[in-house]
């Protein structure tokens, strides 16, 4: 059926396209015909018709069982990532960033009620979640993402968080509304935002917000380590001076990006 309130130019076709490619995850990374029509509520021929156009395009392939999404996938994030220009101009200082505190670190902005990683300086050690470039999480239990809610108004915070999360995870903590709040309070007072275990058992995280030329918050930048090697307090006196600092010329730089004069040139 027809959706109701997308406009005359609202293209239907395109729009389940995306459907059957956001219905993979983790916990269903090869489907069936049936269960994709069934994730995503279309007819199995459509489904089918548009399994095969995504197959020819490259972005399907046949698997085991049934279908599976193929790395070319990825060239839709990245054409996201490129077009922020946030990795060009994050890579540096979150690379010298690993370096001084010897662990992984993120960059991951807001979708919805979850936070995406775009990204990653990362360090060789064992944690409880394997992270990736487009990786999703729930927001509010991690410091990347109590950095990006702390900035939102109310009104905002209510409609982002009533979106369900997408990214197939559970997190540990599930406060109430007056915590919810309360937590985010203490995260604007501060500036910055740290968690321990609250995703998950083993992960502790600082975090502090990115921002554009006009100040407003556009991602987080977060030191994450296993809570077995870092306590919170080693987090927070060594990590969190170099993160704050490290948060502060990204912003800078993403800045004075902003600023450059684009020029189009004319095609020869």
Known sequence: MPREGTGPDFIEALARGLEVIAAFSPTRPEMTLAEVAGAT????????????????????????????????????????????????????????????THESCSIAQLDGSDIVYVARA??????????????????????????????????????????PTRSGLTPRWQPTREERDAALREVRARGWAVTDEQLTLGIRSVAAPLRDGSGRVIAGVNVNCHAAETSVERLVEHHLPLLLAAAGEISADFARRESLPHVTLPAS
């Open 122 to 163: 990362s360090v060789p050690k064992i944690v409880s979640l394997a992270v990736t470039i487009g990786t999703r999480f729930p927001a509010l239990p991690t410091s990347l993402g109590k950095v990006q809610l702390a900035a939102l108004s109310p009104e905002e915070l209510d409609r982002v968080l009533a979106e």
């Open 41 to 100: 509520g279309l007819a199995r021929p459509t489904a089918r018709r548009i399994l095969l156009t995504l197959t020819e395009l490259g972005y399907v392939r046949s698997g085991e069982r049934g279908y599976v999404l193929t790395p070319r996938v990825l060239d839709l994030g990245v054409a996201y990532v490129g077009s922020m220009g946030l990795w060009d101009v994050a890579r540096p200082h979150l690379e010298e960033l690993s370096v001084r």
